[in-house]
């Protein structure tokens, strides 16, 4: 899955990731909730500020429950129990989206 988020930020807000993932802010909260893995900061105003590691993991859990049905105790055994493995996974699938993505505008341009 490939956000468009600007990806030199140190961190963004519940609100940018509602629109990037496609999904209500009270989603994200909830996951934040729910998720010991995510840790976003709180800025003075309370406000929820998400690094990037936390919207790997974000794209993580979307993808476990969103993408591959998992329930939340299913999604987060699964993390638990094989959290490196299923992020390197992840993240080459990511990879090659991005990559057939490219190749594809490559394409059409010719």
Partial sequence: MHLDLPPDKRYYS????????????SLIRFWDKEFDILQPKKNAKGNRM???????????????????????EGAKTHLREGQKKTLHKFEVISKLESIKAQLSNIKNAL
């Fill in 14 to 25: 519940i609100g940018e990731l509602a629109k990037a993932f496609n999904v209500n802010a």
């Fill in 50 to 72: 998400f690094t990037p590691e936390d919207v790997k993991n974000l794209q993580l859990i979307f993808h476990l429950v969103k993408e591959r049905g998992f329930t939340l």
